[in-house]
């Protein structure tokens, strides 16, 4: 009897401490599922009719903390971008295309983390431009040169994250290229400094990557950029792109202003210069469950000049359920510049316009 007790004993123990150790460590699941009816005027001189996601990317992702003591945490993120309306993944033979990450966290020291992970553009940027601030994929910058969209990350990265003292952070991250014989080919880094208190947020975020692959024949509208002739096959790769950004934003009680400048300095082969981007917007929560907001950017490259502005009501069913419409009109002008929008293509002429109605839903 004796020994029934102390294995029932050690039994109730070994529960106690498991259940601890659950309490303190989680699996999530995690996701965005949006679609939308649209129409874009001139795409290749036609209108188009489409089904698509809008507001934000359809994504899936897995991320899980475990608390190892001592202020210390196990972090992990695998994040994937689907296309909703086929089931297909955006891109082909990849598993977690935006995200794969395991690294240390800790309120302390900050969080360290490897694997294959976005610049800071992408990081923090987007928390103060248009496309995102608004939610509208449409109205992304032309070429997505800035990176401030998750088109693009970095590869056998290491990310370090700084806690916040004082309402300033900052950070720093490198990736190595794996190539054997030349340390800098395909190597890439990338720094932030930010600064957050009341209603104010302020950030400075600059990446430097060596043989970067551009999806320009898709996203911009020129017949060739620095003596290269787009569109070709899939883009070009880039000698070198260094981007750097600033942003900032205020938030009074019902309204959210927020801005962006960015340059990309851009080397290809054949010459080398500058896409400069300003940004600008307001959200305004005229309900607790309805916003409104505009916002647009002019940017300027290789002698061509585009002009997007974008207009947005998002009415929320829950804190998970949005519905949304949208209006975004983009002018180019210059240098055999012709419009385009992001998701839609590349249009015939000068002008192009596009509206959507959606659904978006998180999980």
């Known amino acids: 009897m004796a020994i029934y007790r102390r294995t029932v004993a050690s039994a109730i123990v070994a529960l106690s401490v498991t259940s601890a150790a659950n309490a303190q460590s989680s699996v999530t699941l995690y996701g965005i599922a949006d679609t939308a009816i649209q129409y874009v005027s001139n795409v290749g001189g036609h209108a188009l009719f489409q089904e698509g996601n809008t507001h934000a990317p359809d994504i899936f992702g897995i991320k899980g903390v475990e608390d190892l003591g001592g202020g210390i945490r196990t972090v992990f993120d695998l ?5 909703l309306n086929n089931g297909q993944a955006l891109v ?6 935006r995200k794969s990450y395991v690294g240390l966290q800790s309120d302390t020291y900050g969080t360290l983390t490897l694997g294959h992970q976005p610049s800071f553009m992408y990081d923090v940027l987007s928390n103060y431009q248009t496309p995102f601030v608004l939610g509208n994929i449409l109205s992304l910058h032309e070429g997505n040169l800035d990176e401030v969209a998750n088109f693009y990350q970095f590869n056998n990265a290491v990310k370090y994250v700084s806690p916040t003292i004082g309402g300033f952070s900052s950070g720093a991250e490198f990736a190595f290229g794996n190539v054997a014989g030349n340390f800098s080919e395909s190597r890439d880094y990338s720094f932030i ?14 990446a430097n990557e060596n043989n970067r692959f551009l999806e320009l024949s898709s996203f911009i509208g ?13 883009g070009v790769v880039a000698n070198k792109l260094v981007n750097w950004g600033l942003g900032a934003s205020y938030q009074f009680k019902n309204l959210l202003l927020h801005t962006t400048f960015t340059q990309s300095r851009i080397t290809l082969a054949t010459g080398q210069g500058n896409a400069n981007t300003v940004d600008a917007g307001a959200n305004w929560t005229i309900r607790p469950d309805d916003v409104l907001a505009i916002g647009g950017w002019v940017e300027n490259l ?7 502005i974008t207009f947005s009501n998002s009415y929320l069913f829950s804190k998970r359920t949005i519905v949304y419409q949208q209006v975004t009109y983009q002018h ?4 055999h510049s012709v419009a385009s929008l992001t998701g839609a293509g590349v249009a015939s002429g000068r ?11 998180y999980f």
């Not at 400094?193 to 600059?206: H, R």
């Not at 002008?351 to 839903?361: A, D, K, P």
């Open 79 to 83: 994040q994937n971008e689907y296309l």
């Open 92 to 97: 082909p033979g990849t598993l977690f295309n």
């Open 193 to 206: 400094v930010q600064y957050k208190g009341g209603p104010l947020s302020l950030a400075a975020t600059y």
């Open 222 to 234: 020129l017949p060739s950029l620095f003596g290269t002739s787009l569109p070709q096959a899939e």
């Open 302 to 308: 290789d002698g061509g000049n585009w002009k997007t």
């Open 332 to 335: 180019a002008s210059g240098a």
């Open 351 to 361: 002008s192009i316009t596009g509206v959507s109605v959606g659904i978006q839903h």
